[in-house]
Antibody, heavy 125, light 106 residues
Framework: QVQLEQSGAEVKKPGASVKVSCKAS????????INWVRQATGQRPEWVGW????????GYAQKFQGRVSMTRDTSTSTAYMELNSLRSEDTAIYYC??????????????????WGQGTLVTVSS | DIQMTQSPSSLSASVGDRVTITCRAD??????LNWYQHKSGSAPKLIIY???TLQSGVPSRFSGSGSGTDFALTITNLQPEDFATYYC?????????FGQGTRLEI
């Protein structure tokens, strides 16, 4: 079945980097953008950025520009998100999600239709 | 960024009840509005896209309505598995922002 399998929990010190992986299965990896969304405890989900697995193009939320990098390995259908210069406010569950387009007859609507199980990243000294 | 506001923040209900959660955008988003269900310890799940279209496999007791800036998610005949947190998300303009969530509890 279609699924996204993420790497395990991480504990990092402030200033360090973290790299989270997301392995896709059950569908054509190159056919759907992968987005990353994070959610801190008690907060609403927050979009981090997107990756086009076909050509490697990326786009990041302004607040993460210069600190985040999204890459992929098409040979293993795996997407990666690396976040640098970690601070305590980056403590959150990070989800990779599949971005799908849904044609409703009038417009092309997009949504996140498949979610990974989440990776808890804890930043603490 | 487009701000999304849900109400109520939490809601108590019983099995068999009918509940409605509302979501308001501070800018016009037409029908570019999605709803997700999130159970603790699990990944969020897309239940409605394009404001009113049920995602495949989602029970018909879920329905969505609205357009422009005001939207609603209604669940009829609540089942035990429906108790979760629900989020709206606008997909009209990047970044695709989420509401703060509505926790539906017994």
């Amino acid at each position: 079945q279609v699924q996204l399998e993420q790497s395990g929990a991480e504990v990092k010190k402030p200033g360090a980097s973290v790299k989270v992986s997301c392995k896709a299965s059950g569908y054509s990896f190159s056919s759907f953008d992968i987005n990353w969304v994070r959610q801190a405890t008690g907060q609403r989900p927050e979009w981090v950025g997107w990756l086009n697995p076909n050509n490697g193009n990326t786009g990041y939320a302004q607040k993460f520009q210069g600190r985040v990098s999204m890459t992929r390995d098409t040979s293993t259908s795996t997407a990666y998100m690396e976040l640098n210069s970690l601070r305590s406010e980056d403590t959150a569950i990070y989800y990779c999600v599949r971005h799908s387009d849904f044609w409703t007859g009038s417009y092309n609507h997009d949504a996140f239709d498949v979610w990974g199980q989440g990776t808890l990243v804890t930043v603490s000294s | 960024d487009i701000q999304m506001t849900q109400s109520p923040s939490s809601l108590s209900a019983s099995v068999g009840d009918r509940v409605t959660i509302t979501c308001r955008a501070d800018q016009f988003v037409r029908t570019f509005l999605n709803w997700y269900q999130h159970k603790s310890g699990s990944a969020p799940k897309l239940i409605i896209y394009a404001a009113s279209t049920l995602q495949s496999g989602v029970p018909s007791r879920f329905s969505g309505s609205g357009s422009g800036t005001d939207f609603a998610l209604t669940i009829t005949n609540l089942q035990p598995e429906d108790f979760a947190t629900y989020y709206c998300q606008q997909s009209s303009r990047s970044p695709h922002t989420f509401g703060q969530g509505t926790r539906l509890e017994i």
